[in-house]
Every structure is written in C-alpha cells, then in structure tokens.
Nanobody, 115 residues
C-alpha cells in the first residue's frame, strides 16, 4: 500500500509559478512511475506530466515548456514545477503512483490561477 500526500497548491496570478510536491510512503518509491494529473470543473481528469522509474518524462502539449516534473527517490517525493501559469491551468492536481497494473492516487491539491 502506498499513500500519497500532495502539497504546494494555492492561488496565484497569471504568469506566476507554483511548485507542487507529492510525498509517498513506503520503501519502493523508486520502482513506481509517478505522474501528475489535473481535473478542472466539468472536465475529465487529464495527464499533465509523468516520470518513469528510470527518469524518462513526458508532458501534455498544453504544459510543455512551462511545467517540469522531477523526482527525488531519496525523499520519496515527486515535484511539479509550474511556471507561466494561466487561467486554463486552474484545476485540482492529483499525484499518481503506478507499478504494473497497480495505481495509487493522492487526495488532490487545488491550483487557482487568476487573470
């Protein structure tokens, strides 16, 4: 069982930055692919960024060049650095851990960008 706790959300003006963190419990963090997803009101949850256990990353087209995902296996933590935020980035951001067919989700953290 893995527990994920997100932090770092909040309110920011357009053009600003936020850094989300997701701390994971357990001793096998390095084996998990970690991802950040988001869900805006009335929309489906979508992938924002993902980092594999080997460190390969991928991003949604809408955030490429603005967001950076990284992981620190020594701290059991994955980060999402978000720059040049705009109103369309407003959503609840969720952390996900995945290994094979097993998936764990965090409780989510709200990000609100005002224009």
């Amino acid at each position: 069982q893995v527990q994920l706790v997100e932090s770092g959300g909040g309110s920011v003006q357009a053009g600003g930055s936020l850094r989300l963190s997701c701390a994971a419990s357990g001793r096998t963090f390095s084996r998990y692919a970690m991802g950040w997803f988001r869900q805006a009101p009335g929309k489906e949850r979508e992938l924002v960024a993902d980092v594999t256990s080997g460190g390969s990353t991928k991003y949604a087209d809408s955030v490429k060049g603005r967001f950076t995902i990284s992981r620190d296996n020594a701290k059991n933590t994955v980060y999402l650095q978000m720059n040049s935020l705009n109103a369309e980035d407003t959503a609840v951001y969720y952390c996900r851990a995945r290994i094979f067919l097993t998936v764990y989700w965090g409780q989510g953290t709200q990000v609100t960008v005002s224009s």
